[in-house]
């Protein structure tokens, strides 16, 4: 099979790799669909701080992905093949504290599908073995390539519930990437009063107000804290920060509301520069969130996009074949993801 193999910055190639076989516990997932992360970017470019120095050369890239399972390891016996499935591409040790308080995102051993840190192919390839506890069965109503979006979309659903409640709440939300949208998605759903959004890409800021955004901000042109006190007197109850950004992060924190919270999705690669005087002044909270707590996350998750709550037509830009991932997609992304959400790739 062909596949996109990892040997360092800028040094991706579409190669051919042995067809994987499952071992015990494990199912050989069909790929259908391969979403690009952001992180997959930073690892092409070689950032030299964060995730992407952790991945593994000789590795197939890609953590973002669903299928089908064409076959079955030794001891699985609760799943058929045939059954579509979107994966949790994280695997953890189970008996360090994280894992004893059932956090594995936190696991000090954590390692994720794509070469994160464990030599473990991910989901750039038409074949993929993963443990049966990676995988979770999409249910009836949505499609197998759409469930793809199921990885990014839990990191927004685990940050929803990192959050207080956001019952008519006001919240304000740093970034119209994916997970920005995500996150703008998922509090609607949980029934958020007032939205806004802040996104310097004219494109996502449309995805946003398409989205179903209350307000969308182009922070260049426009204030936010000023925004925000025109739509609301006292500021917001809670900000989520997406963009890994200190001009960002200070404007969300400005616009909190006194003892409002804000929650950091973002994988930061750099230090933060965060105003303590001021949010000490508000008495604000800061919260952080780390992908997603699998048993919990994508269950709920894929109910979500199942009854719509996701908007896929939205959210996915573009299809693309697998030998074109580097000019058509990480190329692409790096300079020009002013023109996308998410890309997928078909490694068929």
Request: a negative charge.
């Amino acid at each position: 099979m062909r596949a996109a193999v990892y040997f360092g910055p800028r040094d991706i190639r579409i190669q051919e790799m042995p067809d994987p076989e499952p071992g015990p516990g494990q199912l050989l997932i069909e790929v259908s669909r391969n979403g690009i992360c952001g992180s997959d970017v930073h690892t092409y470019v070689g950032a030299s701080k964060g995730g992407a120095t952790m991945h593994l050369p000789g590795i197939v890239l890609g953590h973002e992905f669903a299928g089908t399972v064409r076959e079955i390891g030794a001891g699985v016996d609760d799943i058929g093949v045939g059954a579509h499935v979107a994966i949790a591409p994280i695997e953890w040790c189970g008996s360090c504290y994280a894992c004893a308080h059932s956090w594995p995102q936190m696991c000090r051993k954590l390692g994720l599908y794509g070469g994160y840190r464990l030599p473990l192919h991910g989901g750039l390839a038409p074949l993929v073995c993963v443990s049966r506890r990676s995988a979770f069965s999409v249910p009836d109503g949505l499609g197998v390539v759409e469930a793809a979006l199921a990885e990014p979309m839990a990191v927004a659903v685990h940050a929803l519930r990192r959050a207080p409640t956001t019952l008519a709440a006001v919240v304000m939300i740093l970034g119209a990437g994916p997970i920005g949208l995500g996150v703008l998605q998922s509090v609607i759903a949980a029934g958020a009063r007032t939205t806004i959004v802040t996104e310097i890409s004219p494109f996502r800021r449309a995805a946003a107000g398409r989205l179903g955004a209350s307000a969308v901000i182009d922070p260049t042109a426009v204030d936010p804290y000023s925004a925000v006190r025109d739509l609301t007197r006292h500021g917001v109850d809670i900000v989520f920060e997406t963009t890994a950004n200190d001009t960002a992060l200070a404007q969300g924190i400005r616009s909190l509301r006194p003892r409002g919270t804000l929650v950091s999705v973002a994988g930061w690669g750099e230090l933060a520069r965060v105003d303590m005087g001021l949010s000490m002044a508000k008495e604000i909270d800061i919260r952080f969130t780390m992908t997603y707590e699998p048993d919990v996350d994508f269950p709920a998750t894929l109910a979500m996009l199942a009854r719509g709550a996701f908007d896929t037509d939205v959210l996915i830009s573009d299809h693309i074949p697998l030998d074109r991932v580097i000019e058509d997609g990480l190329e692409e992304l790096l300079n020009h993801a002013d023109r996308h959400v998410k890309i997928l790739v078909d490694p068929a």
